[in-house]
């Protein structure tokens, strides 16, 4: 159970963003202003980009000055692209939630 209402919040919106699109994988980061970006895996032929590093990419284009949060819905994992670019805007300070489908937290 989540007991952050904010925390909630963003699980909330990665599963309605991974819904609306059918993707894989849905993410939402939360960044230090409060602002939230929620984004899905991109499989493209000739592009291929997890839904944490869709994520990040529109907070750092938005002007994130850095990251609270993240929440990842979906079957899989964190890799260890998305642990290193979480690093690279947040650093160890970063909340990290991962849940399955229902938005149920995963270890």
Do not use: F
Request: net charge negative; glycine share 10%.
């Amino acid at each position: 159970m989540i007991s952050n209402p904010e925390d909630s919040k963003i699980i909330t919106l990665a599963r309605a963003a991974r819904a609306r699109t059918g993707a894989a994988e849905g993410a939402c980061i939360r960044d230090t202003d409060g602002r939230t970006y929620a984004a899905t895996t991109v499989a493209l032929p000739h592009l291929q980009l997890s839904a944490v590093a869709v994520a990040i990419a529109m907070g750092v284009s938005s002007g994130a000055p850095g990251l609270e949060a993240v929440a990842l819905v979906g079957e899989g994992t964190l890799t260890d692209a998305d642990r290193a670019v979480i690093a690279d805007l947040g650093g160890d300070a970063v909340t990290l939630l991962v849940a399955d489908p229902n938005g149920n937290l995963r270890d």
